[in-house]
């Protein structure tokens, strides 16, 4: 962790440095020509802020209740497969993190510690997300396993029939190094993970041979039938789609385009948010990930409509430069600067950023 890093910037400068230029790419890339994953940032510079003044700031409260679980803010960090690519005790430690914090951690599907060792770990909300995998009953063995350990919902990624085309990943031929390995999944599911070859993806190999491209809306009442938990659905871009995620039962959605990483061109996650909000009932949660990078960031996606936020980026980069002391400093510093800017914003309670605290920005209307 650099001395005395006051923004994720240098948290992230730090953590370039420190990690092997693959794992790097592997974490910071997006697919085609990273179009998306550059507009994700650039949503958020088409909005100003419109304060208000004397409006008693004394006390701002960013704490929250989200699908019954309370949280000191409203930010969360999104699954991330592999966290000991970048820190030998991986999920355990980012799961202190959040903990500590106050903060929700969606664990990885393709996490590199058990799911049991992440809960005994936890002190915060626990989610997991999966992907839908052509073997079924190695998904309904992870869902028995999160209700079992505490988990408090399941978030299923709905954007991923096949990975994005990863060039950065191609280019490097990238695997998951041996070491590190899907822990919670038969090494046999998990095997072309590890398969290096030029010109190839090991990530996309896997995905190739276990994702299930079969996947349609009829398939949730499946998952429905096997879990009394909430059940998110992460990659909702659409008003069309959010409608159909609350006639088929969802209990909240997560406004994402996976970081930029699956259909290059696709709509910016805060672009999308939104519509989304606007096509559901008010009391069911709108999460979004994608580019928040500071707390004046989160403070614009709650005025849009989000619930809460999560981040996934950052926490890896806090992780790779002081573990689990990283990753907290990295939501400390973001829940610092939510909490300056909700004061200047003379907006103390999260109740009070809606659409009125929001303006286009003078060189770059938002549409």
């Known amino acids: 962790m650099p001395v005395g890093a006051l923004t994720l910037a240098g948290i992230e400068r730090a953590a370039r440095e420190q990690l092997p230029p693959e794992i790097w790419d592997f974490i910071e890339g997006g697919s085609g020509t990273e179009r998306t994953l550059a507009a994700n940032r650039e949503m958020f510079g088409r909005y100003a802020l419109r304060p208000r003044t004397l409006v008693d700031v004394s ?22 497969a592999y966290h000991r690519l970048v820190d030998p005790e991986g999920e355990t430690a980012t799961a202190r993190a959040a903990g500590r914090a106050g903060a929700l951690l969606v664990a990885g599907m393709f996490a590199s510690r058990t799911l049991e060792e992440i809960a005994e770990a936890a002190t915060g909300p626990l989610w ?22 505490g988990f408090r919902a399941l978030v299923l990624t709905v954007d991923a029939p096949r990975i994005g085309r990863r060039l950065r990943d191609l280019r490097n031929g990238f695997a998951i190094p041996p070491a590190v390995r899907a822990v919670n ?9 590890h398969r290096a070859a030029g010109g190839s993806s090991g990530i996309a190999e896997h995905a190739r041979e276990q994702f299930d491209p079969t996947l349609s809306w009829a398939d949730l009442a499946w998952l429905r039938r096997r879990t009394r938990l909430p059940l998110v659905l992460k990659g909702i871009l659409t008003a069309e789609d959010a409608r159909l995620a609350v006639e088929h039962g969802a209990d909240a959605v997560l406004v994402s385009n996976h970081g930029g990483r699956q259909l290059d061109g696709s709509i910016a996650a805060l672009a999308a948010l939104p519509e989304v909000v606007q096509a559901v009932p008010h009391e069911l949660p709108v999460l979004l ?17 989000a619930r809460a936020v999560l981040i996934g980026r950052p926490a ?6 002081d573990g689990e002391s990283g990753v907290h400093r990295v939501l400390d510093l973001l829940r610092q600067e939510l909490e300056h800017t909700m004061a200047l914003l003379g907006r103390p309670r999260l109740a009070d950023l809606d659409r009125t605290a929001l303006a286009p920005w003078p060189c770059c209307p938002a549409g």
């Open 59 to 80: 006390a701002c409260d960013p704490a929250l209740t989200l699908l019954g679980a309370p949280l000191a803010l409203p930010l969360g960090i999104a699954p991330m």
């Open 128 to 149: 997991l997300q999966l992907y839908w995998l052509r073997e079924r009953a190695a998904l309904a063995a992870l869902v028995e396993r999160a209700e079992a350990a």
């Open 316 to 321: 890896f980069w806090g992780l790779a430069t």
């Open 185 to 193: 999944l038969d090494p046999a599911l998990m095997s072309a993970s």
């Open 289 to 305: 990930d994608g580019g928040v990078r500071t707390g004046t960031d989160i403070a614009v996606a709650l005025a849009l409509g």
